[in-house]
């Protein structure tokens, strides 16, 4: 099978909103009339972002998966995306279960491929993806890292740690049995981004952006872009996932038992949690949510945002505790 | 040096005209009204598109130019693109050479950098770039592939085969002296996008591609998109290298001695080109000159669209000549 049947068979489908898609030089996309077109690549490569022999289904969804918590995190609606794929070779089955991945979700969020590129090389995959965000009286309502105000509260969809814990149980850091290392990885191959939340919070959060990299490193370019700090509690951070239903079955059922330290590094620096981590001043708590509520999507207040810069972290008694949960950087 | 760091180090600079740049979770473009969005991605791999020890700078120019080669043959304004980055690790002098590159291109067609991801990996790079091409009366002036129609003229701009010529001079397939093999390596490692002609086509030409797989392989995307077939002339094309200034003195000075064949083969499948193949009705033939003119681009006529599917190639005196020049395909 050459390069153009390949496209042909497994990523070429029909137009939909685009004027004109996959096959030609360009696609082109007709935005409307005042609206913020929303931009974000993201790139995934072998043995860095995913183990080698990942579920293709689950990749496929993955890989527009983050790249979609972009958009939920400006408050976009999505609308296209690209991809660039540089694949070992023609492994049809493989293809197949990625493209039914990334259509699934794709078509989950009217999010159609637009164009692409394929090539031989190491497994490597590059999305851009587009959505739409209206500007009202000239002022966008994309949401930014730059609008967190001291006073404001701060939140975080879902849970976090789990996708980190089902990491160190494949890299055999941790012993997780099988059922609960199912569920686990299941939130590490197969986020949901928060889409829906995104847009339930244009015009209530002040600031947002996704947690990929680890809580407490992302809530640092929050604190950076707006000018601010914050204080962060520690415990109600790591509850979300140390009480999780999830938790309480594993810890009950199978018996993990990991230290207060442990749970607090998965939930505060784990990484690759796809939740959204926004700000939202004192006077909306009920507008949030009313969000929440609409999108389905559980939100939870961690700390405050202040004029002290510098992140302070607490336990749930409001006593201070040291911050050694460091962000994942690719090249520290 | 960290991530944050690398980006900020080497790729943030002033926001130009884009409503958000890079630093968020999403770059904001607004865009203008009655505007198509042209948009098109490419990837290099080490090893596949460039030898891994070729000059970054030059690398960062080609990445880019590769794109701009795709909005150049839909006839689009160059508008902003982002940057994914696979580094096996951080080398300030090649990352500093390989911005300079990209921004020198990227400046010289007020193209501005909006977002991008970097990441430790093989080094592979992923531009996706955005243009913008004028809708008149609810038509779009894009140029597409499916617009050739029978009786067209069929053109090329400038040369063709020299960026093969210099890669197989590389891999030793032929031998080339030291100034003829510098010449050649430029237009492979330094392709210039054919933007202005592009633009200047726009409402004259009926069909347009950037030859980047080889010329009668890409010329075979427009027959098949525009349901028509076409006569080449295979001389017509192969002067273009063979009695270039570059042949020219290569073969006087420094005794280069190719067959006719292989000089055929280098101008019809050489690749990686980057030169516009497009059609235009004959009655404007004068408007297509001029559009060289304006654009300063040389363009030749070598062929001729017809109603009869399918390709045939003649020599200058309209002898017919087997076709035995196979484009590439990556998975071929």
Same mark, same amino acid.
């Given at each position: 099978m050459g390069e153009f049947d390949l496209i042909a068979r497994f990523f070429k489908r029909p137009v939909q909103r685009a004027a004109l898609g996959v096959g030609d030089?360009?696609?082109?996309?007709?935005p409307r009339p005042d609206t913020h077109i929303a931009i974000s690549t993201d790139?995934?490569?072998?043995?860095?972002?995913?183990?080698?022999?990942?579920? *293709?289904?689950?990749?496929?969804?993955? @890989?527009?998966?983050?790249?979609? @918590?972009?958009?939920?995190?400006?408050?976009?609606?999505?609308?296209?995306?690209?991809?660039?794929?540089?694949?070992?070779?023609?492994?049809? *089955?493989?293809?197949?279960?990625?493209?039914?991945?990334?259509f699934a979700l794709a078509d989950a969020h009217g999010c159609e491929l637009i164009g692409g590129d394929t090539t031989a090389g190491p497994l490597n995959i590059c999305i851009t993806v587009f959505g739409e965000? *209206?500007?009202?009286?000239?002022?966008? +309502?994309?949401?930014?890292?730059?609008?967190?105000?001291?006073?404001?509260?701060?939140?975080?969809s879902g849970t976090l740690g789990e996708a980190r814990l089902a990491l160190d149980a494949l890299l055999g850091k941790i012993n997780l049995p099988a059922e609960a290392l199912a569920a686990a990885r299941l939130r590490l191959e197969q986020p949901t981004p928060r889409v829906a939340?995104?847009?339930?919070?244009r015009g209530v959060a002040s600031a947002a952006l996704d947690v990929s990299d680890g809580m407490l490193g992302d809530l640092g370019h929050i604190l950076q872009s707006s000018g601010v700090g914050a204080t962060v509690d520690a415990d109600a951070a790591t509850e979300l996932i140390a009480f999780s239903p999830f938790y309480i079955r594993a810890a009950g059922q199978?018996?993990?038992?990991? @230290?207060?330290?442990?749970?607090r590094t998965l939930a505060l620096s784990g990484g690759d949690d796809y939740e959204l981590l926004?700000?939202? *001043?004192?006077?909306?708590?009920e507008a949030v949510a009313q969000a929440s509520r609409s999108s389905q999507t559980p939100v939870t207040r961690i700390g405050q945002i202040e004029? +002290?810069?510098?992140?302070?972290?607490?336990?749930?008694?409001?006593?201070?505790?040291?911050?050694?949960?460091?962000?994942?950087?690719?090249?520290?």
């Open positions: 030089d360009c696609a082109l996309l007709l790139m995934l490569v072998s043995g860095r972002h995913f183990f080698p022999e990942t579920d *293709p289904m689950r990749l496929g969804h993955k @890989s527009l998966a983050v790249n979609l @918590s972009d958009l939920a995190a400006c408050g976009a609606q999505p609308l296209a995306f690209t991809l660039a794929l540089s694949l070992p070779g023609v492994d049809e *089955p493989w293809l197949a279960a990625f493209a039914q991945g990334l965000v *209206p500007v009202l009286a000239g002022r966008s +309502q994309a949401l930014l890292r730059s609008g967190a105000r001291p006073g404001d509260d701060l939140y975080v939340l995104g847009l339930a919070l199978f018996g993990i038992k990991l @230290s207060e330290d442990q749970w926004f700000t939202a *001043p004192a006077h909306v708590r004029t +002290q810069q510098g992140l302070r972290l607490t336990n749930r008694q409001g006593q201070p505790l040291a911050n050694t949960y460091a962000s994942f950087d690719h090249f520290a």
